[in-house]
Nanobody, 115 residues
Framework: QVQLVESGGGLVQAGGSLRLSCEAS????????MGWYRQAPGKQRELVAA???????YYVDFVKGRFTISTDNAKNTVHLQMNSLKPEDTAVYYC?????????WGQGTQVTVSS
C-alpha cells in the first residue's frame, strides 16, 4: 500500500509558476514509477510527467521545456515544477505511484491558470 498526499496547487496568472509536491507513505526507492497526471473538466486523465526508480524521466510533448519532475528521496516526495503556465494547463493534477502490480493515486490538487 502507498498513500499519496499532494500539495501546491492554486491560482496563478498565465506565465507564472507553481510547484506541486507529492509525499508518499513509504520510501520512493521501493516504487517503480512516480508520475503526475492531470484531468481537465470534460476530458480524460492524461499523463504529464513521470520518473522511474532508476531515474528515467518522461514528459508529454506539451509540457517539455516548461515542467520538471524531480524527487526528494529523503522526504519520499516527488515534485512537479511548472513554469510558463498556460490557461490550458488548468486541471486537477494527480500524483500516481506504480509499485509491483498496483497503482495508487493521490486525492488531486487543483491548478487554475488565468489568462
Amino acid at each position: 500500500q502507498v498513500q499519496l498526499v499532494e500539495s501546491g496547487g492554486g491560482l496563478v496568472q498565465a506565465g507564472g509558476s507553481l510547484r506541486l509536491s507529492c509525499e508518499a507513505s513509504r520510501s520512493i526507492f521501493s516504487i517503480n514509477t512516480m508520475g503526475w497526471y492531470r484531468q481537465a473538466p470534460g476530458k480524460q486523465r492524461e499523463l504529464v510527467a513521470a520518473i522511474t526508480s532508476g531515474g528515467t524521466l518522461y514528459y508529454v510533448d506539451f509540457v517539455k521545456g516548461r515542467f520538471t519532475i524531480s524527487t526528494d528521496n529523503a522526504k519520499n516526495t516527488v515534485h512537479l515544477q511548472m513554469n510558463s503556465l498556460k490557461p490550458e494547463d488548468t486541471a486537477v493534477y494527480y500524483c500516481n505511484a506504480k509499485a509491483a502490480l498496483s497503482s495508487y493515486w493521490g486525492q488531486g490538487t487543483q491548478v487554475t491558470v488565468s489568462s
